[in-house]
């Protein structure tokens, strides 16, 4: 089957660094994903990787190990407005561009 | 400017009537999708489509209905069948299908509608 798992919920005080972890078993694997979502709004995109290893971009930074089925998101100097959901998401082989999401990781940035 | 917007951002509507739920692009996208979030659970596909004219079932496609006439365009319609039909529902877009690189493969999503039956 198709399983993603991600923590329910975090929480980090501003300045400080998280880390959000993911991790996957599917049946395939093209690729992974992952989208910051402001309650009530639309995901927006922060990361891809296909190869092991970490992308960095700016105070985001995404990592991904294919051999354990892992990936991380690292947030660097947190601020209120990182306060958010992070979704998880695999690309799956075959035709089409499907994407496999978790439940996403919800966010609390206190003071 | 470019993207992707949805209307109405909230739709309310009785128990057994069909809704139609609005998505535009003006990405120059080839490939379009529809999603449904729930609390606790990840976005689930709908309906996808390559190319106009053409669709394809997605996940959870049973009670829903798409059209491609225009690729700008791709419409959902949430039909009486739909049993559950109250959720957040995200359209999404990107520049192809299975291009196996980042810059076509990336879904850019819509505001999103909020659909209540009640």
């Known amino acids: 089957g198709q399983n993603i798992d991600q923590p329910t919920e975090m929480t980090a005080t501003e300045g400080a660094i998280v880390q959000i972890n993911c991790t996957y078993q599917?049946?395939?694997?093209?690729?992974l994903f992952w989208y910051q979502q402001h309650a009530g709004e639309a995901p927006t995109f922060l990361s891809y990787?296909?190869?092991?290893g970490l992308e960095e971009k700016g105070r985001f930074s995404s990592f991904l190990s294919r051999s354990k089925g892992y990936s991380y998101l690292l947030l660097k100097e947190l601020q209120m407005k990182d306060s958010a959901s992070y979704l998880c998401?695999?690309?799956?082989?075959?035709?089409?561009?499907?994407?496999?999401f978790g439940a996403g990781t919800r966010l609390a940035v206190h003071p | 400017d470019g993207g992707i917007t949805q209307s109405p951002k909230y739709l309310f509507r009785k128990e057994g009537q069909n809704v139609t739920l609005s998505c535009e692009q003006n990405?120059?996208?080839?490939?379009m999708y529809w999603y449904r979030q729930d609390p606790g659970q990840g976005l689930r596909l709908i309906y996808y489509?390559?190319?106009?004219?053409?669709?394809q079932k997605g996940d959870i496609a049973e009670g829903y209905s798409v059209s491609r006439e225009k690729k700008e365009s791709f419409p959902l319609t949430v039909t009486s069948a739909q049993k559950n039909p109250t959720a957040f529902y995200l359209c999404?877009?990107?520049?192809?299908?299975?291009?196996?690189?980042?810059?076509?493969?990336?879904?850019?999503f819509g505001p999103g509608t909020r659909l209540t039956v009640l």
């Open positions: 489509s390559q190319i106009v004219n053409d669709f």
């Open positions: 599917t049946s395939g694997f093209n690729g």
């Open positions: 990787n296909v190869l092991d």
């Open positions: 990405l120059n996208h080839d490939a």
């Open positions: 998401a695999v690309r799956d082989v075959g035709g089409y561009n499907k994407l496999i």
């Open positions: 999404a877009s990107s520049l192809r299908q299975g291009g196996l690189t980042p810059s076509t493969d990336t879904q850019y």
